[in-house]
C-alpha cells in the first residue's frame, strides 16, 4: 500500500529517534499501517515487554501505555493522545476491592488489564480476554473476586465452573449495550451469517454467538472458517483487518454504533505531535510500578 506523507514522515521519525510503534486493533486503518506491531491488548503488553527500542509509541488507550510503562519502565512510553482514556478503566476503586478482600479468605483478586496502574497494584493477577479462562483456572484459590468487567468476568465463570465468583458492575459502552433484539435483527439481514463477538458483549448477545472471544481470537476464527459471511460484534477498527486479511469474506457489523471514541483519538498527527516532542509520555510513580507489575508479569508467566 502506497503510504502518504504523514505516514511517511512516522516512519522517518521511528528510524530517527529508535522507537516503535504499537497500535491496537481498535485503531484506524492508516495509523494500523505505520506499526511494526498491531495485535490485541495481551499481545501488546508481551511485545511491550520485550522491544528493545528506546521509544514505545502506544497507539491504544491509557491502560496500554501504562501497562507498557509498568512492563518496560526504563524506555519513553508515548501514549498520542492523553485523553484515549478506557471508561471501564476507572469503574472500580482501589478501596472497594480491599474491602471485598477483606471480607473473604481464599479469594484471588483478578484483574482484568482494562484498569488503571493503582488496580493493578491491588490484584493478584492481571487478565486480558485472550488468556482469562486459562489463568483463573490455573489459580490456585477457589473464590475469585473478578474487576472491573462484569460480562468478561461472567463468561469466564461459565467455562470455569468449579470456581465462586463475586463481579463488579463494570462494563464497556462500547460492547454492553447490544442486545439480543440487535443480534435477530442483524442475522435476519444476514441470515447465512456466523456471529462473532467480543466477551465484554452482555451474557445474551455472547451465547447466541458462534464464537465469542478476544479480538485476536475473531481474527483467528475468520482466518480458519470456511464460512464466506460474518457478522462482527466488537470494535470496527477490527474490519479494517479482518477484510485485509480475507478478502474473498464478507463481514458486517452487528451494529453501526460499535466506535470506540478513545480509540479513535489516536490520529497519524496525533503521532507525529508526540513523537516530534516527546509528549504525551506516561508517568507513573516508582512505587506504582513496582506494585503493579507483579500481577502484569504473573499474567505472561501463566500464558506461556
Ligand atoms: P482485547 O483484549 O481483545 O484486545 O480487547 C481490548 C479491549 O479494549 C476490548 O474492548
Ligand atoms: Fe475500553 Fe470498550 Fe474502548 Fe475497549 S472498546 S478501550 S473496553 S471503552
Redesign the pocket.
Known sequence: MQMNEKQLRILKLKKEMDAVVLA???VTGDVQEVADYVG???YLSRVASRVQAKTIVMCG?RFMAESAKILSPEKNVLLPAADAD?PMAHMVTAGQVRRVRAQHEDLAVVCY??STAELKGESDVCV???NAVQIVRALPNRQIYFIPDENLGRFIAAQVPEKQFLFHQGF?P??AFLSAEDVKAARRAHPDALLLV?P?CRPEVVELANYAG???GILRFARESRAKTFLIG??HGVLYDLAKENPDKCFYPLHPKQI?PNMKRITLEKVIRAMESGFPSVFLEEEEIQRARRPLQRMLELSK
Do not use: K
Open positions: 491496537h486493533y481498535y490485541d491488548s495481551f488507550v478506557c488489564v482494562n486480558t480476554s485472550a464497556c462500547t460492547h467480543h465484554e478476544s479480538t485476536a466488537t470494535e470506540c
